[in-house]
């Protein structure tokens, strides 16, 4: 790592983008990416999501950024030198084959024509796609796409990848060929930012997520930290609810079918789990499993972009003030 690095891989301060004046896509933004971490940044359609790594890109012009990425500000051309990036929803060339579509776009970016075969070669290997890459691109398939994509967003040796939906359109096995190679940067000391709406395969690989709900960062944190309050044991036994749960702080029950009982220790204390087994076992109850379990990220995604005054998921777009004014604008 040199010293121009920075602190942080990415460092944002106060984001902000109007687009056209109207829709507020993005607002008071502020977000910290570790060195050599994946970080995920998660969020409903419409949220911003793209918005800001575009703004980092420098494809679109924020209406508001400060902050540094790799140490130099937001939106320093030349350090896109040293960035990897997979726009969404990209289009290759479709007379190129996948090689090609690496070389040209090595070529770009300055890497030298001996570089470009090599890197080529062992990026299609990398992605799972060697076989295809002297096909055309006409020819593959959404995953096939993806899969080029993210060999591409790597053709220069990046410090910090960024990928806009990178399991977009991609099978369940092409997800786990992508988050095989997410983990092969990251052990190559890189830096992955990432964007999705899907979670669970994100929750897999992220050292740390944000929410991202109607422009706003509703959470930010490791998956550990975020869903530390809801971390319990769950112990399983037969029959209804015993008396004494009330004896132990911290204890609930709740009935599961099949007369089974489900006790909700709150935290995931080994140590406070024992004397409940003990008194389980005095009484001959059935012990079916014991189990410390946590919110998913899923869930954490659901409570951040639940709406607490409506209990329904907030509605794709940007904030709904800008919406209901253009509307009102609309009709009069
Ligand atoms: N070029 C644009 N002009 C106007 N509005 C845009 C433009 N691009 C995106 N938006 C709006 O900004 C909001 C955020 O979009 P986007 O960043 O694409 O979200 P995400 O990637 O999370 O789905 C949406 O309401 C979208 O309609
Ligand atoms: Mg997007």
């Not at 140490?71 to 969404?88: F, M, N």
């Not at 398939?141 to 977009?168: F, Y």
């Not at 990251?186 to 990432?194: A, M, N, P, R, W």
Request: aromatic content about 4%; charged content about 25%; overall charge positive.
């Amino acid at each position: 790592m040199t010293s121009d690095n920075g602190k942080y891989a990415i460092d944002l301060h106060e984001v902000d983008k109007v687009y056209k004046g109207k829709v507020h896509a993005l607002c008071s933004i502020e977000m910290k990416v570790h060195h050599g971490e994946i970080f995920g940044l998660l969020g409903p359609n419409g949220a911003g999501k793209s918005t800001l790594v575009k703004i980092m890109m420098t494809v679109v012009r924020p209406t508001k950024a400060k902050g540094t990425m790799l140490g130099q500000p937001i939106g320093h051309k030349p350090t896109l030198a040293r960035v990897g990036y997979l726009p969404e929803h990209h289009r290759f060339p479709n007379y190129l084959t996948g090689r090609q579509t690496l070389e040209f776009f090595a070529a770009l970016a300055k890497v030298d024509r001996p570089t470009r075969k090599k890197r080529a070669a062992s990026l299609l290997e990398l992605v799972g796609m060697s076989e295809w890459g002297n096909k055309k691109i006409s020819s593959y398939s959404k995953g096939m796409m993806q899969r080029v994509g993210i060999a591409q967003a790597l053709m220069n040796d990046p410090d910090l990848i960024v990928l806009d939906e990178p399991t977009d359109g991609v099978d369940p096995v092409g997800r786990r060929d992508i988050r095989d190679v997410l983990i092969k940067m990251k052990d190559q000391g890189k830096t992955v930012f990432l964007n999705s709406h899907l979670l669970s395969e994100l929750e897999m690989v992220c050292d740390r997520v944000a929410i991202l709900v109607q422009g706003k960062v509703a959470t930010q944190g490791t998956i550990d930290d975020l869903t530390a309050d809801s971390q319990r044991y769950e112990i399983v036994i037969d029959g209804q609810e015993p008396s004494w749960v009330n004896e132990f702080g911290d204890l609930r029950a709740e009935s599961r079918a099949n007369h089974q009982t489900v006790l909700i220790l709150g935290s995931t204390d080994a140590g406070k789990v024992q004397p409940i087994i003990d008194r389980l076992r005095s009484t001959q109850t059935t012990i079916h499993s014991i189990k410390p379990v946590r919110e998913s990220l899923e869930d954490l995604f659901m409570r951040a972009v639940t709406d607490p005054a409506t209990g329904k998921a907030y509605q794709p777009g940007a904030a709904s003030t800008k919406r209901k004014k253009k509307r009102a604008g609309e009709g009069s």
